[in-house]
């Protein structure tokens, strides 16, 4: 890591947030979407990383930081596909648009 600066770091991390959020407000597929949240959560795991090895003060908590985040969009994951497919069995659809009704 030492080889490449800090701004390649960011500069990916930042098109990597600015494709998962382009997905999550534009795409229609609700599995897109949580794909693409999951994206811009990588995006910030890119960069919790990046300071914690070479920011200001080197330390370990962006990498601890980093694993709560893979452990939240790990059970964002599980919540999101467990809706996704009480959803589907009831609409039979993944389109967002669909599924703007609540139940009575």
């Known amino acids: 890591m030492s080889g490449v600066p800090v701004s390649a770091y960011l500069a990916l991390a930042l098109i990597l947030f600015c494709i998962g959020l382009y997905g999550a407000l534009t795409k229609k ?16 795991n890119i960069n919790l990383i990046t300071f914690s090895k070479l920011g200001m003060a080197p ?3 962006g990498q601890i930081f980093a694993i709560f985040v893979i452990a939240v ?23 967002i648009d669909d599924m703007n009704q609540l139940k009575n």
């Open 73 to 95: 969009a790990a059970a964002e994951v599980a919540v999101g596909i467990a809706i996704l497919l009480s959803l589907y069995r009831n609409r039979k659809t993944v389109n």
């Open 59 to 61: 330390a370990i908590t």
């Open 29 to 44: 597929n609700t599995i897109i979407v949580l794909i693409s949240i999951e994206l811009m959560l990588n995006a910030v």
